[in-house]
């Protein structure tokens, strides 16, 4: 597949090649944008298309050929019962009604024939294109008769007018628009249409259930991404789906239970440390407030805040449950936190305000953010809404920002922007990827922009 890649490319380059090629790339690009983009949308295709071009294919040679070729051959052999009549009018001797002939015509041939004093042929009527009828039945009477003649084959009638000029007279006969061609040609067409539909309704269901599966282990996979509970998720359809769904729950397990070991290395860590700051805490309040005790306190306190951030970031947002959440009522917590504080901080909320989240991470990605707008700017807006099923939430501020080039930088851990922010401010250098993180458990993530306010904008997106 390689080699042939490299040849198309190849062959690609030469000047002769290049309309084709860059016809077909332009026929490939059209047509991927107009076809459906759902697994059972293009199944359905695949399934329906064939029977199609089938029966258009089949249609057309019946039509055609079969169709044609007999009712060809019930014209001529109506212009051939009418030629003998004509023989017979003009070759042997007739009783003065030609009452012979008429019953004849009606008993034998099963025709109403009437010959009439001779008088002009009425002018042609206007001719449907696709009229077979009269094609088949003028082109016989023209090969078999070689008379002027008069055909009427338009209107719903069941019967056919026939005159054919003879030499004394007008001979006049009406058959049946049956005994011209073949009028069953329906029946073929409507079992074939009727059984093709049966057989695609039942094809449907049948595909439907194959599809189902895929669409549960897509949704599985998703809400799993999202952070959400996956329940009653087991695997099924066929072999290929089978074992892709085992695939996910052992993946789904491993991951599980490695968060949990963990967290409960984490957990113990915490224990252990927080012991051991305890003490160091007790310790420094017997000692005298003296320059040096003050700056070990100092130093315990932000050893003690720097743990707390390495354990959030190291745990996540654990196993917290996603709940219907007032984003609203969310941000105005954090506005009457920040201004407890001493910060100004203001935020809005447009529309509905309610989403499926995770309330306490999501507070925490939120505060994270704001604590940011603050530490670096004097001013910090905060801005929410619900589009198309996303929530948006925008915090921007008048900070001096963070260049375009350093921005991705800034959501690595531990990763400190000095020459960008202010020096002599203290922190673990997380609170950016914890909020990013947060963001993804959700499934959706966090962007850095240019802020109208001159400074940074933090863009958090993600599934309401």
């Given at each position: 597949m390689r080699d042939l890649a490299a040849k198309l490319r190849h062959a690609a380059d030469f000047k002769p090649f290049r309309p084709l090629v860059s016809a077909y790339r332009s026929v490939s690009r059209f047509v991927y944008r107009i076809m459906p983009k759902g697994l059972f949308t293009r199944t359905f295709l695949i399934i329906v298309a064939p029977i199609v071009i089938l029966q258009s294919v089949l249609v057309f040679v019946f039509m055609e050929r079969h169709?044609?070729?007999?009712?060809?051959?019930?014209?001529?052999?109506?212009?051939?019962e009418i030629a003998?009549?004509?023989?017979?009018?003009?070759?042997?001797?007739?009783?003065?009604?030609?009452?012979?002939?008429?019953?004849?015509?009606?008993?034998?041939?099963?025709?109403?024939?009437?010959?009439?004093?001779?008088?002009?042929?009425?002018?042609?009527?206007?001719?449907?294109?696709?009229?077979?009828?009269?094609?088949?039945?003028?082109?016989?009477?023209?090969?078999?008769?070689?008379?002027?003649?008069?055909?009427?084959?338009?209107?719903?009638?069941?019967?056919?007018?026939?005159?054919?000029?003879?030499?004394?007279?007008?001979?006049?006969?009406?058959?049946?628009?049956?005994?011209?061609?073949?009028?069953?040609?329906?029946?073929?067409?409507?079992?074939?249409?009727?059984?093709?539909?049966?057989?695609?309704?039942?094809?449907?269901?049948?595909?439907?259930?194959?599809?189902?599966?895929?669409?549960?282990?897509?949704?599985?996979?998703?809400?799993?991404?999202?952070?959400?509970?996956?329940?009653?998720?087991?695997?099924?359809?066929?072999?290929?789906?089978?074992?892709?769904?085992?695939?996910?729950i052992d993946m789904r397990r491993r991951i599980e239970r490695q968060i949990e070991q963990r967290t409960t290395m984490l957990a113990g860590v915490s224990h252990d440390l927080r012991t051991i700051l305890t003490r160091l805490r007790l310790q420094l309040a017997f000692l005298e407030k003296t320059p040096e005790s003050e700056a070990m306190r100092k130093d315990?306190?932000?050893?003690?805040?720097?743990?707390?951030?390495?354990?959030?970031?190291?745990?996540?947002?654990?196993?917290?449950?996603?709940?219907?959440?007032?984003i609203a009522l969310l941000l105005e917590e954090l506005e009457e936190e920040a201004e407890i504080s001493g910060h100004a901080v203001t935020t809005r909320f447009e529309g509905p305000s309610e989403a499926e989240v995770k309330r306490l991470s999501m507070k925490r990605c939120l505060s994270n953010l704001v604590t940011n707008g603050c530490k670096y700017g004097n001013r910090v807006d905060v801005h929410g809404t619900i589009e198309r099923n996303w929530l948006?939430?925008?915090?921007?501020?008048?900070?001096?920002?963070?260049?375009?080039?350093?921005?991705?930088?800034?959501?690595?851990?531990?990763?400190?922007?000095?020459?960008?922010?202010?020096?002599?401010?203290?922190?673990?250098?997380?609170g950016l990827s914890i909020a990013r993180d947060i963001a993804r458990s959700h499934g959706g993530d966090l962007y850095l922009e240019d802020s109208p306010l001159g400074g940074l904008r933090a863009k958090l997106r993600v599934p309401a």
């Open positions: 169709y044609q070729l007999v009712s060809r051959r019930m014209s001529e052999a109506v212009v051939r003998a009549v004509v023989y017979v009018l003009e070759n042997y001797p007739q009783d003065p009604n030609h009452t012979k002939v008429e019953e004849l015509a009606a008993r034998a041939l099963g025709m109403s024939m009437t010959v009439l004093p001779l008088e002009p042929l009425p002018a042609p009527t206007p001719k449907p294109f696709f009229d077979v009828i009269d094609k088949e039945l003028s082109l016989a009477i023209s090969q078999k008769i070689g008379k002027p003649f008069w055909i009427d084959t338009v209107g719903r009638s069941r019967f056919v007018e026939i005159r054919i000029q003879l030499e004394n007279s007008i001979l006049r006969v009406f058959t049946r628009r049956s005994q011209t061609y073949a009028s069953n040609s329906h029946i073929f067409l409507v079992w074939m249409f009727s059984t093709s539909l049966v057989l695609v309704f039942i094809a449907l269901l049948f595909l439907r259930n194959q599809i189902r599966p895929i669409v549960r282990l897509a949704d599985a996979a998703e809400a799993f991404g999202k952070g959400r509970p996956v329940e009653n998720f087991r695997a099924s359809g066929a072999r290929e789906v089978r074992r892709a769904s085992l695939a996910f315990v306190d932000e050893m003690s805040n720097m743990l707390e951030d390495y354990l959030a970031f190291a745990s996540g947002d654990g196993d917290e449950d996603i709940q219907l959440t007032d948006v939430i925008t915090i921007d501020d008048d900070g001096p920002g963070i260049p375009e080039d350093q921005r991705e930088i800034a959501f690595q851990a531990f990763h400190r922007l000095d020459l960008a922010r202010n020096q002599d401010e203290t922190g673990s250098g997380l």
